[in-house]
């Protein structure tokens, strides 16, 4: 079959009782797309049409390409197979089909990421538990060290954690930077994610890269996590066991990174909790010396 042939088979099934439905639009929209293509140099075109189906969950398109000669191992210039872009896009029935038709869950783009961690940094949570079930790797980082569990964590899937640990991630797996699951969830104050991680053995006091806890990643928590939720993962990592006096290795505890970010809340609730304000760096520099605003200082008596 050409593709003008399946394109128009294609076009043709968007014409139907359901074409109101969105998905279905959607389909047909890329049908008419595709149908507009030169017939020069088809298998390209076939395996370009399959990377778009793939992106938009058309599985009827799909599967019409792959019988005209559409390679399940095309790659696109970032090295992405047409499975690798349904996992990310959350394509289910194309997934489904991709993987009964013998493509590679094992296969890596050109950043050294699988299928199945394409799909956990975008919480393709229903997308993850296909490839899961079909066989993928929860263990398999990419060049940088990021496992599907430091993805879902990162990205706040607590549902997308829950199964990674079950089905065998690796809890304290250190990515190239020296962070762990458990640093990303404190550092996004992602208080119940840190509390899943902690509760399947990640250790509450922990030090990874740079001599960093989890508790110091909570007191200089990302700036877009609201600051009673910063506050909310501080304390459940004292609860747990967390050291307040620990030091990173330029010298620096969890109340001199609060100061030095900013977070008042922060330094009030560690001080509150007996951080010791008068402690030094390695340059001899307290958390007042540190402390980002005037007010931050007044409140660490400098």
């Not at 980082?141 to 954690?161: C, E, Q």
Request: hydrophobic share 50%.
């Amino acid at each position: 079959m050409t593709l003008k042939a399946v394109i128009l088979f294609a076009a043709a099934l968007t014409c139907g009782p359901a074409a109101a439905q969105p998905a279905t639009l959607i389909c047909g929209a890329l049908a008419q797309k595709l149908a507009q293509k030169p017939a020069h140099g088809e298998i390209r075109l076939l395996s370009e049409a399959l990377f778009e189906a793939a992106s938009l969950d058309c599985a009827d398109i799909a599967a019409d390409l792959l019988n005209a000669g559409a390679s399940l191992r095309a790659r696109n210039a970032g090295g992405a197979s047409a499975l690798s872009i349904a996992a990310a896009k959350g394509s289910r029935n194309v997934t489904g089909l991709l993987l009964e038709a013998g493509a590679d869950i094992h296969h890596r783009d050109l950043s050294g990421a699988t299928p199945l961690l394409r799909a956990a940094r975008e919480g393709r949570r229903r997308v993850a538990a296909t490839l899961l079930e079909a066989g993928a790797d929860p263990k398999a980082a990419d060049d940088k060290g990021i496992t599907p569990l430091i993805a879902a964590s990162f990205g706040g899937h607590r549902r997308l954690v829950d199964m990674l640990i079950a089905a065998g991630s690796e809890i304290d797996a250190v990515d190239a930077t020296g962070k762990v699951a458990l640093s990303y969830a404190a550092g996004r104050a992602f208080t119940d994610i840190a509390e899943i991680l902690i509760a399947a053995g990640a250790d509450p006091d922990g030090v990874w890269g740079h001599q960093l806890t989890p508790l110091m990643w909570a007191a200089g928590h990302a700036n877009d996590a609201p600051p009673p939720d910063g506050i909310a993962t501080a304390q459940m990592l004292l609860q747990a066991g967390a050291d307040l006096s620990r030091q990173d290795d330029r010298g620096r505890d969890a109340l001199m990174i609060a100061a030095g970010r900013g977070h008042a809340d922060m330094v009030d609730f560690l001080l509150e909790h007996g951080a010791d304000p008068a402690r030094r760096d390695k340059q001899g520099k307290t958390a007042a010396d540190l402390a980002a605003t005037e007010a931050i200082r007044t409140r660490l008596g400098g």
